[in-house]
């Protein structure tokens, strides 16, 4: 029991919190007929406030031209909203392909790693944006755009939602012991 209160205790202090979708022009505004389909999963850690962002997308009818989170909508899951990410594009995202991946983690603590309108627009602070964009992904009021040449405002999107934590290992550790 001592074993395990020890280990639950060591990882109390960090949350890393992942959402995830699945991209799609149905799911644009207004709605397109891309085949374009895609993933992404994006990690945000709380303590050493870091996001890191994996994606894979494919079957795009246009060359990319922009990649960025959108945050914060008035309703859940619909709308659209100002950046709130790098613009005009991710650093480093494929861009003028019509399939591609990407995985990169951003220092939130950087002003780079925002649009300095949506900073502006919370609080003024690297450290309010963030919670700002915490808030919108709690509510599933952000999302992932990718931009192409075919599809100027962006031919497919996905809104971000909160994954399922599975059991910690410290907390199954314990009722194993406890067992």
């Known amino acids: 029991v001592a074993v395990a209160a020890l280990l639950a205790a060591s990882s109390a202090g960090a949350e890393v919190i992942s959402y995830s979708t699945a991209l799609s022009g149905a799911v644009e505004a207004p709605p397109n007929a891309s085949p374009g389909t895609g993933w992404a999963t994006l990690w945000l850690d709380t303590t050493a406030h870091t996001m890191r962002l ?26 659209t909203a100002g950046v709130a990410t790098q613009v005009p594009n991710f650093v480093g995202f494929p861009l003028g392909v019509t399939a591609g991946a990407y995985d990169f983690t951003f220092d939130l603590s950087s002003a780079t ?3 300095l309108a949506f900073i502006t627009a919370n609080g003024g602070s690297t450290a309010s944006a963030e919670a700002a964009l915490l808030a919108g992904l709690d509510s599933e009021r952000a ?19 909160r994954d399922v934590p599975e059991p910690a290992f410290p907390a199954l550790l314990g009722m194993a012991v406890v067992a």
């Open 113 to 115: 790693s925002w649009n």
């Open 54 to 79: 994996e994606t894979s997308f494919s079957g795009l009818l246009g060359n990319t031209t922009a990649a960025h989170i959108h945050c914060c909508t008035a309703t859940p899951e619909a709308g």
């Open 143 to 161: 999302y992932l755009n990718i931009h192409t040449t075919q599809f100027l405002g962006g031919e497919i999107r996905g809104f971000l939602s």
